[in-house]
């Protein structure tokens, strides 16, 4: 009886055990993750202080953005030969996720003319508002239900947008309405990028599908600047490193993205996503010195509330 009793006794201690183990297994992924995630904001975030420099130095956005998408796609394909995702795609999928590069092209080209054009925190806030507009498509388009939470992160993100291009500020010479509809231009081509990702990208490897995406949106800039000479060749070595400091971040900020989804999902993935328009913003206060407003700043929280309502939606859809 006795010999039972501890049999009994050792089998709860071992499963106790290997719970702790797991729950501790759990705690260290959530971490992981969530600093993963985190860590791709913060890299796509920075990228907007670089294209400033780059800009600087004389370099022109065709240039900036040739280099970007090439290196950033020969990081992709690298990621797809190291991690080899067991994925046969037919034609007509490639097809799909190449057309969703092409969608890309307009997405980047809107958002860094328009840092040519405002400061670095307001773009980023501005190109961040895509959630609110995905919303507002699928309401108009695909005729899903927008309930009470979607509603209230829709007032949030246009409300956002409306005090982060700050309309009490419009005639100072400071700001510029065009490089806000570029900005607005960018997170609308992004929210169709999503909507069409979501089917012509469902059940692919995202590894898998970035690749092929930004293997068509550096194939049109390598033809543009084939068919308008417009790639300088002639600009300084700090240009050139620039340039390829972005390249390489928007590699970086895509493996670690995609590396972090795996282990906490989308949901939370999208929450963490918000320290990209964060980072740009504090970037371009602390190093670029940019004009950071009570109105602005209000603005900025707007949107990133928006943008997690949305994610704490979407959390609840797939529980």
């Known amino acids: 009886m006795q010999t039972r009793k501890r049999v009994a006794i050792a089998s709860t201690d071992n499963a106790t055990t290997n719970i702790l183990v797991t729950n501790s297994a759990k705690s260290e992924n959530l971490w992981l993750g969530i600093g993963l995630c985190s860590l791709s904001g913060i890299s796509y975030g920075a990228q907007a202080l670089f294209v400033k420099w780059a800009y600087a130095e004389g370099v022109n956005t065709t240039t900036v953005l040739t280099l970007r998408f090439v290196v950033a796609a020969l990081g992709c394909w ?32 809107f958002y860094y003319l328009s840092l040519d054009k405002l400061d670095a925190g307001t773009a980023a806030l501005l190109g961040s508002t895509f959630p609110g507009w995905v919303v507002l498509w699928s309401a108009l388009f695909l005729k899903e239900k927008l309930d009470k939470r979607r509603s209230i992160a829709l007032l949030l993100a246009l409300s956002g947008c409306l005090l982060t291009i700050d309309p009490f500020n419009l005639s100072s010479g400071k700001f510029s309405l065009f490089g806000a509809v570029l900005a607005l231009g960018s997170a609308f081509s992004y929210s169709f990028y999503i909507l069409l990702s979501n089917k012509l990208g469902k059940n692919v490897p995202s590894v898998l599908a970035a690749a092929y995406s930004l293997l068509a949106t550096a194939s049109v800039y390598i033809l543009w600047c084939l068919f308008t000479g417009q790639f300088q060749w002639q600009m300084s070595g700090a240009g050139w490193l620039y340039c390829l400091a972005i390249g390489v971040g928007a590699a970086i ?47 900025g929280c707007l949107i990133i509330g928006a943008v997690l309502l949305l994610s704490r939606s979407r959390s609840k859809q797939s529980a």
């Open 78 to 109: 690298l990621m797809v030969g190291l991690f080899r995702p067991q994925t046969r795609l037919t034609n007509s999928k490639k097809t799909g996720l190449l057309a969703l590069g092409l969608i890309f092209v307009f997405n980047a080209l």
């Open 253 to 299: 900020a895509i493996g670690t993205y995609q590396a972090g989804i795996q282990l906490i999902g989308p949901s939370r993935a999208a929450i963490t996503g918000t320290t990209e328009p964060a980072t740009a913003v504090l970037l371009g206060i602390l190093v670029l010195n940019e004009n950071a407003n009570l109105i602005k700043l209000i603005g």
